[in-house]
T-cell receptor, first 116, second 113 residues
Framework: GAVVSQHPSWVICKSGTSVKIECRSLDFQATTMFWYRQFPKQSLMLMATSNEGSKATYEQGVEKDKFLINHASLTLSTLTVTSAHPEDSSFYIC????????????FGSGTRLTVV | GENVEQHPSTLSVQEGDSAVIKCTYSDSASNYFPWYKQELGKGPQLIIDIRSNVGEKKDQRIAVTLNKTAKHFSLHITETQPEDSAVYFCAASRYETGNQFYFGTGTSLTVIP
């Protein structure tokens, strides 16, 4: 089945620094990838929709200048948390599916970000 | 927009018993309803899904039912095993909105050996 690889699985950074998270579709091409944020014991909240070759679409309340998304190829989307603060600490998850296939989105394994 | 509610938030069952998790949605145009299992520190994994043109789908010990009129769908796990212990999320989606998923709040299932 489709595999979505997400790296790193965890990262600790200092306040004010930037962190990049990668999401790769390993055996399929993904024109669309989604980035979610999940706080402990809570549900997944959609942050943005990443479209290959175009600008990402951000959900209301998500700062696009803080959470930079780049989807430069059909197999890679990156999320960069800029000038990170402790309140940005969370679990970030990406998802994707086969191009042209509506059903059966696959999620990455997630990235635990801790800002100290 | 779509609003998905999920109940119960926690569920404990004895090994071998059945577990049922229920979700309701608000947007009658939603036409795809997946269920995901999330283990601690991992991303969600799709375990079963159902489309709006089907009322029930089964895959071994797992089944999902959909009532479009009442706008609710349920996950049924039979003969539960300790490895079924995890957080389960339901979701609703509509193809016309670009596949955006609206997730329920999750159910923490514990199967007691």
């Amino acid at each position: 089945g489709a595999v979505v690889s997400q790296h790193p699985s965890w990262v600790i950074c200092k306040s004010g620094t930037s962190v990049k998270i990668e999401c790769r579709s390993l055996d399929f091409q993904a024109t669309t990838m989604f980035w979610y944020r999940q706080f402990p014991k809570q549900s997944l909240m959609l942050m943005a929709t990443s479209n290959e070759g175009s600008k990402a679409t951000y959900e209301q309340g998500v700062e696009k200048d803080k959470f930079l998304i780049n989807h430069a190829s059909l197999t890679l989307s990156t999320l960069t948390v800029t000038s990170a603060h402790p309140e940005d600490s969370s679990f970030y998850i990406c998802s994707a599916n086969d191009r042209g296939e509506f059903y059966g989105y696959t999620f990455g394994s997630g990235t635990r970000l801790t800002v100290v | 927009g779509e609003n998905v509610e999920q109940h119960p938030s926690t569920l404990s069952v004895q090994e071998g018993d059945s577990a049922v998790i229920k979700c309701t949605y608000s947007d009658s145009a939603s036409n795809y309803f997946p269920w995901y299992k999330q283990e601690l520190g991992k991303g969600p994994q799709l375990i079963i899904d159902i489309r709006s043109n089907v009322g029930e789908k089964k895959d071994q010990r797992i089944a999902v039912t959909l009532n479009k009129t009442a706008k609710h769908f349920s996950l049924h796990i039979t003969e539960t095993q300790p490895e079924d212990s995890a957080v389960y999320f339901c979701a609703a989606s509509r193809y016309e909105t670009g596949n955006q998923f609206y997730f329920g709040t999750g159910t923490s299932l514990t199967v007691i050996p």
